[in-house]
Structures are given as structure tokens and as C-alpha cells.
């Protein structure tokens, strides 16, 4: 309880310095919408390399692969208690 306290006044403390000088305030809201952009061009970069470098990966179904859709495989029937036999 008492660390609450203290990031509660250092919070306090920050948020008043930096309101203090509305130039502080237009140089945080410039610095997020840089960081926006940016996080946006790495999104779309990630995107397009992904693409470019995965986009002739052909994945074919095998008899073992326990994921393949292609082959209809059997109910599992499980042995419970309640079951009446």
C-alpha cells in the first residue's frame, strides 16, 4: 500500500512538470503520433515480407499428419463409466 502512494505522487510530480510548459504537452503529442506511424509502417513492412517470403509454400497432407482434413477418420469411442453395455 504505501508503494501506491509513491506512484501516485511520482505520477503527480511528472504529470505537473510536464504541464507546466505547453510545449511539453505538443512534443508528447507529436512523439505518439510519430510512434503511431512508425508502428503502422513496421506492421504493414512485416506484412508485405511475410507475404512476399511465404506466399509459394505449398503444404500437402501426408497419411500420418494428424491434422489433415482430406481423409475421414472414425469416431473415437471412449470406455466410460456411465456407459451401458
Known sequence: MFKNFIIIILV?????????????VNILVKDLSDTKKLAEKGADYVKKT????FSDVIVEATDDDPFSLEKEKEPVNEDTFFEDK
Do not use: P
Not at 511475410?50 to 517470403?53: K, L, R
Open 12 to 24: 503527480f510530480c511528472l504529470c505537473s512538470l510536464l504541464f507546466q510548459n505547453k510545449e511539453n
Open 50 to 53: 511475410f507475404n512476399a517470403e
